[in-house]
């Protein structure tokens, strides 16, 4: 029996002393212990003295690794169909592209210009996803990707995006279904751009020639932008190339356009300001004509009285 203790107990003295070794040794990895872990069977008593002498596994971490691996291995088909994640795959592309087409035209504000086909990519296929159309297999997109959760993520990423299209009114600015730019935003654009070349061809010197030249062409900006601007067919796009062209106008170029509307704002303001007189003085003309068509009848009874008494008494 003795024997058989001493050779017991060399035995776990040589595994200690080379776990020691090993662990003060050799500067040991998370990945490393990970692969020895894998590459050893996890009932041999080498695999056992490492875990518990090693400073970076535990037994709990053993747990951990278990339940990633059964995560990594769930069953997604049966939480969505393979119809409704192409749908998904697909909006998440054009989610992208309709992002950065937003990104790259924020300054200067090109947004309706230059992202409308994007986004009417992405509204058609959200409302794909959205519409209540079941798909083969008898399943419903909406559901399975919509409501099939509390943060319902799709539905909020799509809603920021349409929320910041609705704000930037780029409907005004774009034909329904997407296909193209309205007439008036291409003629005003035009305008735009006729106003600026003109601004080109004589920014070099004195500004007085570029003031006396091109007063003409801002003009008919300005009165285009006023018109619009009554017809609420003004986006986001057109406000802000707007401001750009007034502030080169006015403080880049030191320019001032005379306004032709005082003269009429000057006799109106006069006529308002002689109102009460004219008020006042007609009110006492008609009052005197009154009283001296009231003294009248008086007068002619007196006289017809007086000619009766003369009468009776004849």
Same mark, same amino acid.
């Given at each position: ?25 050799? @500067?040991?990895?998370? =990945? ?15 695999? =056992? ?16 690794? &278990? =339940? ?5 291995? &769930?069953? !997604?088909?049966?939480?969505? =169909? ?33 992202? #409308?086909? *994007? ?45 910041? +299209?609705?704000? *930037?009114?780029?409907? @005004?600015?774009?034909?329904?279904? &997407? ?69 080169? +106008? ?22 308002? %300001? ?13 009052? !005197? ?13 007196? #006289?017809?009285? %007086? ?8």
């Amino acid at each position: 029996m003795s024997i058989h203790k001493n050779c017991y107990f060399l035995l776990i003295l040589v595994l200690n002393i080379y776990a020691l070794v090993s662990g003060d040794g050799v @500067n040991v990895t998370a =990945s490393d212990s990970a692969d020895t872990l894998t590459q050893s069977s996890p009932y041999s008593p080498a695999a =056992s003295v490492v875990l518990v002498n090693s400073p970076v596994f535990r037994k709990p971490d053993v747990d951990s690794i &278990f =339940s990633l691996n059964l995560l990594s291995s &769930f069953p !997604e088909d049966e939480e969505i =169909s393979v119809y409704c994640s192409d749908l998904l795959h697909i909006f998440g592309q054009r989610y992208v592209t309709y992002v950065n087409c937003s990104v790259n035209s924020a300054r200067p504000v090109k947004v309706c210009q230059n992202c #409308y086909s *994007s986004y009417g990519s992405l509204t058609e296929i959200y409302l794909k996803i959205s519409s209540d159309q079941v798909v083969p297999g008898n399943e419903s997109c909406r559901d399975s990707i919509l409501r099939n959760d509390r943060l319902m993520l799709v539905y909020l990423l799509y809603n920021n995006l349409e929320d910041i +299209w609705g704000k *930037s009114d780029c409907a @005004n600015c774009v034909t329904k279904g &997407f296909h193209s730019l309205k007439n008036d935003t291409l003629y005003f654009m035009s305008s735009v751009n006729q106003t600026l070349t003109c601004f080109e061809k004589y920014k070099e010197g004195n500004y007085t020639e570029l003031c006396k030249s091109c007063k003409n062409t801002y003009r008919g900006l300005n009165e285009l932008y006023s018109r619009m601007e009554t017809n609420t067919t003004l986006c986001i796009d057109i406000e802000d190339v707007m401001n750009v062209t007034r502030k080169l +106008w006015s403080k880049e170029y030191n320019c001032s356009l005379p306004r032709e509307e005082t003269v009429p704002v000057i006799a109106v303001s006069s006529f308002m %300001l002689f109102l009460p007189i004219i008020f006042y003085l007609s009110s006492f003309l008609h009052s !005197e004509q009154k009283k001296r068509k009231l003294i009248h009848p008086k007068r002619a009874r007196s #006289y017809n009285t %007086l000619m009766n008494i003369q009468d009776k008494l004849s």
